[in-house]
């Protein structure tokens, strides 16, 4: 693992490539990932390929890669945070809002899927 100066020239390079930064970072060194342009999915700080650790950021990566467009990867984002919150929630009137939200992202959802086909 290399020091941070040289995880910010990485960074630098990999974005001057055409790559993207995503919001999750490496479950080792918390270095934020980055997608390739041809889709795959490294760190620059470990300089390999990234293996997650847990179970919820490979869902939330692969349903970035499964999303055919950027406003379906957006909703799907929302409705994993929405779902998290609903979890760690113990206040009703929280819980309802959050509910009633989860619904019309879900709404969203199948509209932004059904416009695709
Ligand atoms: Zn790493």
């Known amino acids: ?14 974005l001057r490539g055409g790559s993207t ?3 999750h970072s490496c479950p080792d060194c918390k270095t934020p990932l980055f997608k390739l342009t041809d889709g795959e999915i490294i760190c620059p700080g470990c300089g390999r390929k990234a293996v997650f650790a847990k179970p919820n950021e490979v869902e939330k990566v692969k349903a970035e890669e499964e999303a055919s467009s950027e406003l379906e990867a957006i909703v799907l984002q929302k409705i994993s945070r929405i779902k998290m919150k609903i979890a760690e929630s113990d206040d009703p009137e929280e819980l309802g809002n959050l509910s009633k939200t989860m619904t019309s992202l879900y709404d969203l959802l199948d509209r932004v899927r059904r416009e695709k086909k």
């Open 1 to 14: 693992m290399g020091d941070k100066d040289e995880n910010v020239k990485k960074m630098a390079e990999l």
């Open 21 to 23: 930064m995503l919001s």
